[in-house]
Structures are given as C-alpha cells and as structure tokens.
C-alpha cells in the first residue's frame, strides 16, 4: 500500500489518521477483554472436568467427563458432531464461488472485514462491541454491492495473488470467526442473496455451531479456515502445544469436513515470531490478523483485516474502505 503525504494537521488525511488511532486503540481493548473472558472459560472446564474426575473415579467415566468439559464451552453444543441443528436449506454453490466472465488478474491489495455475532446482545455479555445488529450488516451488504464491491474467499484472492487467477474488479472479503450460531442462521442466507461467499474462521472444538451447519456453508461455496482448536493466545503456548493448536486444528477440520483448509486466523490478532514459524510449518498459505488495514500479497501470514464491531454502522465500512 503506497504511502500518503498528509496536507496539515486539519486536513482529511490527518484527521483519517486519527480516527485509525481511536479505532486501533479499541481494538487492543477488545482483544484483552477477549483474551481474559478466554481464560475465564478456560479456568471453568478445567474445574469441571477436575469435580467430574473426582466424582466419578476412572474408566466408563472417561467419556462423561470430556462431555462435560465440552458443554461448557460450546453450551451443549459440538461445532464437530453431524446431523443436528437446522438443515442446510441453502444447497449449490453460489456465483461467485467460480470466476466470473467479466473477473480480470488482480495482484493489488484487497479489504477483508472482520464480524463476529450478528445480532443484539441479550443481558451482559462479555464484549458487546463484537455484535452486528442484523438490520446494519444487512445494510452494510447492500452498501457494499451498490458501490461495485463483490465478495469473494481468500483462497480466490490467494489464487490471483500467486497464481494468476482472476477477481472482480473491486473484491472484498467478508470473514466471520469463532463459529457463531448467527453466521449460519443469518449471513449464510444474507450473503447467498448477492451471489456470494464467505470465509468462516472456526474453532475445531467448541462453536456454537453443528457440522451440518459447516457443511452446508461449504456447499454454499464458503471457505473454512482455520482458528485454532481452544482459541488460546499462541504467543503464551509451548512448542508441542503451538503445534496442537495450529497445526492440529488444521487436521480436525480437513478430516471432518473435507476442505484444504488453506489459510488460519490468529486468535484475538495474537501473534510474534514463533506463531508464524509454526503457522508457515503447518502448510497454511496465509493467516489473518486484526491489524487495521488492507490485506497485501507480500505478507501472507500477517494479512490485515478491518474489525467491523456494533459502532461501526455503514459509514465506518464506508470509511474503512476508503482509507485503503
């Protein structure tokens, strides 16, 4: 991405600038939220499955026990268990799971938004900020369709980087992580109105949503990316557990869904040296970032993304896209 000079300190690229500052610095508080409502949930399982253990002694109880660690993370519900939950009312791909007749090579810089919930937070939840009502990401699609944009995978946009493949004139990416219910229930049909797919980031272990929901969004044309098995700060893991959640995610999901599962998502943006060296030795061709900012071809493993969170209504995607 090609720098800016600015035009003094009231003209509108400082005052852009300033308003990337505000939004970077909330993002970091986001995350540090996230990471300690993660080791909340954490702390929780272990204390389970430790009162269980004791409880119930050793052998048959075995299986109850990984039961109910994993209701308490997931609410009952196993992201990795089959045909439960709603069907897949959405079957066939999507136009632009394919390229398109009037899609040229694109080598250039592309946005990818970052969502999460979608919907309104009932009573206290841990960070409000990451839910999208349904009306404005509604309202951020067609945005985003009447301004010429078209949504496409980062397996597409990886494809014209490296290997000559074609994209719309002005893609975007519209990626979704963790495995939220709503990412099923309401973007899959939101996005298959325009024609388009998405990338879900999913935890091997503990989404809310089932593997029918998955499969149904790959049959749609979605790409699935890895986001680690626990949802843990990967800067903080050993080796041997670095490469559990890294490269074991990437396993789970290839064999339970029968993906390439090509690309990974740092959890909460966390990532240094080491992190890159185990995502790079795992296969991934890329891995996003909650750095601000379009993603570029010439850092695969720290893609930048723009956080879309419930303040940032139309104008902040507008305003996202626009300081590109």
């Not at 600038?17 to 272990?46: D, H, P």
């Amino acid at each position: 991405m090609a720098n800016r000079q600015t035009d003094g300190p009231e003209g509108p690229d400082a005052r852009r600038e300033a308003l990337n500052t505000r939004r970077a610095e909330r993002r970091r508080q986001i995350r540090r939220r996230r990471l300690v409502a993660s080791g909340v949930i954490m702390a929780a399982v272990i204390a389970v499955v430790a009162v269980i253990a004791f409880a119930g002694g050793s052998g048959s109880d075995h299986g109850l026990t990984h039961r109910a660690a994993t209701d308490v993370t997931a609410g009952g519900k196993n992201g990795g268990s089959a045909g439960q939950g709603a069907k897949g009312s959405s079957s066939g791909k999507v136009r632009n799971s394919k390229p398109q007749p009037d899609w040229e090579p694109h080598a250039g810089p592309v946005p990818i938004l970052e969502y999460h919930v979608l919907g309104t937070p009932e009573g206290e939840v841990p960070y409000p900020e990451l839910y999208v009502s349904r009306p404005d990401f509604r309202h951020q699609l067609e945005w985003l369709d009447g301004h010429g944009y078209q949504a496409v995978t980062l397996e597409q946009v990886e494809e014209a980087w490296y290997h000559g493949a074609s994209l719309p004139s002005k893609p975007v990416v519209l990626s979704f992580d963790d495995g939220y219910r709503p990412q099923f229930t309401f973007a899959l049909p939101q996005l298959r109105k325009h024609g388009w797919a998405g990338v879900l980031n999913l935890k091997a272990e503990g989404s809310d949503l089932y593997g029918s929901n998955v499969r149904a969004m790959v049959n749609a044309g979605w790409e699935v990316a890895a986001h680690t098995i626990h949802h843990l700060d990967l800067t903080e893991l050993g080796g041997e557990q670095l490469a559990e959640e890294v490269a074991g995610s990437r396993e789970i999901l290839r064999r339970e869904y029968g993906v390439p599962v090509k690309n990974f998502c740092y959890p909460a943006g966390r990532f240094d040296d080491t992190v890159i060296a185990a995502v790079e030795a795992a296969g991934y061709v890329g891995a996003t970032t909650e750095i601000p900012g379009y993603a570029n071809r010439d850092a695969p493993y720290e893609l930048a993304r723009f956080e879309i969170l419930g303040s940032s209504g139309v104008s902040g995607v507008e305003e996202d896209l626009a300081s590109g």
